[in-house]
C-alpha cells in the first residue's frame, strides 16, 4: 500500500507558466487537502475536499485551482505560476472531515518559481 | 484572528526529557494534534486530544488544557532520531485545521 503519492517530488517553473501537482491516494479517504508550507511559517491550507465531487477554498487559495473528479486523485493547478508560489507543497487525506481524523500527507512537491 | 504559538527551536541532550509548548487562540475548539516532522520528510501523527488531561503513547505524551488554550508535548528518554520540528495544530470550527510554524527540536549527544 503507497498511501498517498505525489508528482513530481520537485520541480523549477518559469514564471507565468501553468503547472499541475498531482496526488493521489489508494486509502479510500474521503477528505483530502493541500497545503504549502513555508520557512517559519505553519503549514497553510490551500484548497480542500470534502468528498468526490466537492471542494472548498482554504486559508490561501488564490492563484490555485483544484477538482476531485473520483476519491483517489485530487490534483493542484497553478494557472500562471508567480515567485511568490515557490514553496513546498503537501497533499494529505483523511479518513472523514470532521477534523477529529488524522491526516496522512504525501512526501511533498518542492517548486520553485523564477 | 487565530494563532498558534510554539517556541521555534529548543535543544535537549540525549537521554533526557524535553516538554514542547503551544498556545492557541482559535474561532472554536475541535481538538488539537501534534505531527512530528524530519527534515525534508511529511509531517506524521503524534497524538491527538480533544478532551483536558494527558495522553500518554509510549515515550511520547501530550496534555490539554483547553480553559488555558494550551497543550504539551513530552518527550521522555529522548534519543537522537527525536531530533526534528515538532508541530501543534486545532481544528478550528469550521473543522480545518490551523498549524503553528513548528518547534525545532536539536538533539545533542
Known amino acids: 500500500i503507497a498511501g498517498i503519492t505525489q508528482a513530481p517530488t520537485s520541480q523549477i517553473l518559469a514564471a507565468g507558466r501553468r503547472m499541475t501537482l498531482r496526488c493521489t491516494q489508494d486509502?479510500?479517504?474521503?477528505?483530502m487537502y493541500w497545503y504549502r508550507q513555508d520557512l517559519g511559517l505553519g503549514l497553510r491550507l490551500i484548497h480542500y475536499s470534502n468528498t468526490a465531487g466537492t471542494t472548498g477554498k482554504g486559508e490561501v487559495p488564490d492563484g490555485y485551482s483544484v477538482s476531485r473528479a473520483n476519491t483517489d486523485d485530487f490534483p493542484l493547478t497553478l494557472a500562471s505560476a508567480v515567485p511568490s508560489q515557490t514553496s513546498v507543497y503537501f497533499c494529505?487525506?483523511?479518513?472523514?472531515?470532521?477534523?477529529?481524523?488524522?491526516?496522512?500527507f504525501g512526501p511533498g512537491t518542492r517548486l520553485l518559481v523564477l | 484572528g487565530q494563532n498558534i504559538d510554539q517556541p521555534t527551536e529548543m535543544t535537549a541532550t540525549e537521554g533526557a526529557i524535553v516538554q514542547i509548548n503551544c498556545t492557541y487562540q482559535t474561532s472554536g475548539f475541535n481538538g488539537l494534534f501534534w505531527y512530528q516532522q524530519h527534515a525534508g520528510e511529511a509531517p506524521t501523527f503524534l497524538s491527538y486530544n480533544v478532551l483536558d488531561g494527558l495522553e500518554e503513547k509510549g515515550r511520547f505524551s501530550s496534555f490539554l488544557s483547553r480553559s488555558k488554550g494550551y497543550s504539551y508535548l513530552l518527550l521522555k528518554e529522548l534519543q537522537m532520531k527525536d531530533s526534528a520540528s515538532y508541530l501543534c495544530a486545532v481544528t478550528d470550527s469550521n473543522y480545518q485545521l490551523i498549524w503553528g510554524a513548528g518547534t525545532k527540536l536539536i538533539i545533542k549527544p
Open positions: 486509502m479510500r479517504h474521503n477528505a
Open positions: 494529505a487525506s483523511s479518513e472523514g472531515a470532521s477534523g477529529q481524523e488524522t491526516q496522512y
